[in-house]
Structure formats: C-alpha cells, structure tokens
C-alpha cells in the first residue's frame, strides 16, 4: 500500500483543483449511460401523472449520441392489410428550471394518434430526442393503448423527468406510432412535421441542480481542497454532507487509481 506524504497530499489537492474548476461535464464525459423517469397515459390523467412522477422507476439507455447526420430512427413499411395511421397532432410543455438558466428538465409530450382509414386498433409509441442537430435517442416506449379512427378524446401523454446524461442544449422530439397487432411502425412524426417538437430547451436534473451546466460552485470546490484533510474525510465518512461528499469520493477514487 503506498503511504501518503505531505508533498503527496498536495499534488493531489492541486489535481482536484483542476479537475473540480473544469465542473461537472469532466465525470459527465465518462457516464455510461442515460436515466430518465417517464409515466404515461391518456391525457385526460394528467394532473395523476404528475403526482406519480416522482415516484417513477428509473429508465436506463445507452449514453447519449451526438455526433453524425440525422436520419430515421425507424424504417416506415405499407400496411400488409391497407389499413393508414398518423399522428394528427403533438404538443410540448417543459417545466422545472431550478436554477433559472432556462434549460428545463422535465418534459410533456402529448400527442393525438388516428386510424385515418377508419376502426379502431391498438397502438404503442416509440419517443426520441436529438441534441441540436445529431441522431435520434431512443428514450422511452409506452405501453399498448387503443385509438378509435379519428376520434381525439384517445389523445396519449408522456411526461418525463430527464434525471441524468442530457446535456445542456436544444433538443427536438421525434414520435413513432406502431401498429400493436402487427409490431410496425405505421407513422413517424416530428420537427419537420411540427414545431412544437423542435428546439426544445432541456438539460438533466442533474446539471439543473448543479447549476450552469453542472460547474461547481466556489463553496463545493473549497469543500473539495479541504476533503484532503483527515478531519472532513471523517466527517464525511460520517454521513455530512453525502452529495457532495459522493462527488468529491469520485474525483479521489480516480486520482489514487491513476497513481
């Protein structure tokens, strides 16, 4: 086991430094993955929906892609029995900005599916987002749920609380409708389709909490020279301060583990 020396506990004190004055985004570059918290149902529920948000299991994808051309998410293939779909219609609503920067972390989406060539069906929705531009993210896919031709009392609602590996940034929204009995993708409908889909403001509760992107606050920072000190490492061990205690440990792990 390597002893710690004074010159020892100093060099790492400036290494933290470094690391911590870059903000968060230097841990966000290494998440593995994105989490998110999503309830569903008609739109007729959406006050219940609300409440039960924060009660919501956790979804976990794949870390978010930005990079490369657009393209569609899925492949849109004729009906085998003729029959049309389309989403009539879809509305946004973002909320919660905790630290006023105007990047929001939670976000409704509404939309209205139709069976245009009439009857009724059963359906399920695949939701996605892209960051400015680059590729589609799958982030969550709802249950199965009847529509009724073009009837718009079967409207469908998602709301979703963005909880970690969104970056601050402008975000549109893509919706695909799949036929349930047949498993096919029967409509794809988004930006280009309707504005209330595009150039959405979000970021993940994460950085809306941290502030500004996630950069660390002069009173973090400071905890974190100090936290090299076996008095606040005590402390911290003791139960003080667990969520920055959580980041500082992080930031430790890896500067022992690179020596």
């Known amino acids: 086991m390597k002893a710690y020396t004074p010159t020892g506990r100093w060099a790492r004190t400036a290494g933290l430094t470094l690391m911590l004055l870059l903000g968060r985004n230097a841990l966000a570059e290494e998440t593995l993955s994105r989490l998110s918290q999503s309830v569903e149902g008609p739109a007729s529920e959406a006050s219940l929906q609300s409440e039960q948000l924060v009660q919501a299991p956790v979804d976990e994808a794949a870390p978010l892609v930005t990079g490369g051309g657009r393209t569609a998410a899925s492949r849109l293939l004729a009906h085998p029995t003729g029959r049309t779909f389309a989403v009539f219609d ?27 060539s ?15 531009g680059g590729p589609w993210n799958h982030y969550f896919t709802t249950d199965v ?27 549109d929204v893509l919706i695909e409708l799949y036929d349930a009995d047949y498993d096919l993708l029967v409509d794809s409908y988004g930006p280009y389709e309707d504005r209330d889909l595009a150039v959405l403001p979000l970021e993940d509760s994460y950085r809306d909490y941290e502030g500004g992107g996630g950069a660390m606050g002069p009173g973090l920072l400071l905890l ?12 911290r061990q003791g139960g003080a301060n667990r969520a920055s205690g959580n980041v500082i440990q992080a930031v430790e792990d890896r500067s022992r583990a690179a020596d």
């Open 145 to 171: 749920f009847p529509i009724d031709g073009e009837n718009t009392s079967d409207a469908y609602e998602v709301v979703t609380n963005l909880v970690d590996g969104y970056p601050t940034g402008y975000y």
């Open 224 to 235: 974190a020279l100090l936290a090299v000190t076996p008095g606040l490492r005590s402390r």
């Open 90 to 116: 879809a509305q946004t609503t973002i909320s919660r900005d905790d630290d006023d920067d105007g990047f929001y972390h939670r976000l409704r989406v509404g939309f209205d599916p139709d069976v245009t």
């Open 118 to 132: 009439g009857g009724s069906a059963w359906v399920y929705a695949r939701l996605y987002l892209s960051l400015e």
